[in-house]
């Protein structure tokens, strides 16, 4: 890519893409932590 | 996704487990311990904590109030009635015994109004509740060699427990040698050894209710405390047979299990 070009690209194209990358983020799988007492296996009570 | 910590029995390792979560940056915390949501009721005061198998959490200081918990520790509250409902099965399975020892951890002691709860469930039903506390592992055995000494006719084991948890298969095996009806310890039903386990089947499921509501954007605060609405008993006729007991019909008709 020419400087000229890159130029173009960094300051026009690559900010309209930020918040797409923003909103990716967000949509992260939401993440549960579970602490149990008992070894693996567990407890049913 | 499920990040899953296991204190492995040891509670002196809660407080470095909560911490990892707490780095993980999870968008709720779920936990089967009352001391675990205690604990990270204190380290965490934005993330919500569900908690499960507490008995009272009002008591325990964990929500303000049942219908509208407050702060961010909803969860799932039932034990208050369960060491009842086994006192009532031991009752019907061993009539002849009317001093039951209660086998107890007091450090595993889920609420404060635990062992008087169940002395008074005993009063309820005519039964005589005598104490067998157990606080380390090595002090089951004294504690049911007792029992058989002073001719206590059935015996209700403390559950749940971290302590008789681990040490479950011991316990077992003592009452096999004692000859001692009893109430299952902690574990996953009614093996060789003990006579008559009950618990409740929806806890975990309501949890995950209230986590996956949470995830989908309603308030912890807002969540009223939950309580179970299903409750099974498993009976081990093995077990009777070795103590001489005859299970009436009627109790077998209610079991949801039957060990053969």
Not at chain 1, 1 to 12: A, E, G, I, K
Not at chain 1, 30 to 38: K, N, T
Not at chain 2, 17 to 40: E, H, K, Q
């Amino acid at each position: 890519m020419r400087p000229r070009r890159l130029l173009l690209f960094v300051f026009t194209v690559a900010p309209l893409l930020w918040p797409v990358g923003a909103g990716a983020q967000q949509q992260r799988n939401p993440v549960v932590g579970f602490l149990g007492i008992a070894p693996q296996g567990g407890t049913r009570r | 996704m499920v990040e899953y910590r296991r204190a492995e029995s040891d509670r002196s390792r809660i407080p470095a487990l909560d911490a990892d979560l707490i780095g993980r940056r999870v968008d709720a915390f779920a936990t089967p311990d009352p001391g675990a949501a205690t604990t990270a009721k204190r380290g965490m005061t934005v993330i919500p904590i569900v908690f499960v198998h507490v008995a009272d959490p009002v008591a325990m200081g964990l929500v303000e109030s049942y219908n509208r918990p407050g702060g961010n520790v909803p969860g799932v509250a039932n034990f208050e009635g369960l060491a009842g409902k086994k006192l009532e099965a031991l009752r019907d399975l061993v009539p002849a015994a009317t001093r039951i020892g209660y086998l107890v951890d007091h450090k595993s002691s889920f609420w404060p109004g635990e062992l008087e709860g169940v002395v008074q469930a005993g009063k309820t039903l005519g039964l005589e509740i005598v104490l067998l506390p157990a606080e380390q592992p090595h002090e089951s055995e004294p504690a049911l060699a007792a029992a058989k000494g002073t001719g206590l006719g059935a015996i209700l084991v403390q559950s749940p427990s971290t302590l008789f948890f681990s040490q479950r298969e011991r316990i077992q095996q003592l009452l096999v040698r004692d000859v001692l009806p009893a109430t299952c310890p902690p574990g996953w039903g009614p093996s060789d050894g003990c006579l008559v386990d009950l618990w409740s089947a929806d806890e975990p499921y309501l949890a995950g209710v209230l986590v996956g509501r949470i995830l989908k954007g309603a308030k912890p605060a807002d969540l009223p405390v939950m309580r179970p609405t299903k409750f099974k008993m498993s009976i081990n006729t093995k077990t009777a047979k070795t103590l001489s007991l005859t299970i009436p019909p009627s109790i077998l008709a209610r079991a949801d299990e039957v060990i053969e």
